[in-house]
């Protein structure tokens, strides 16, 4: 999975408990699929997180090439 220099330095920062694996599980399989005015895209779908028995949705916005991690 391809990021941007601002995914792995802001946004992992101030959220840890994001797991890059529910990023990329996002993105291959969306429950819906947006682009949004500026050409990026916005993915949902939902993650099971380790410990805790109700599943959380996850928006993931990449870059206009659909793959790469904003």
Do not use: S
């Not at 990023?23 to 500026?38: K, L, N, S, T």
């Amino acid at each position: 999975m391809k990021t941007t220099r601002y995914f792995d330095e802001q946004v992992l920062r101030k959220r840890p408990y994001i797991d890059r694996n529910w990023c990329a599980e996002v993105i291959a399989h969306p429950m819906r699929r947006e682009e949004q005015p500026d050409g990026r895209v916005r993915f949902w779908g939902i993650v099971a997180v380790p410990g805790e028995t109700v599943r959380r949705y996850l928006r993931v916005v990449t870059l206009a090439d659909g793959e790469t991690v904003a």
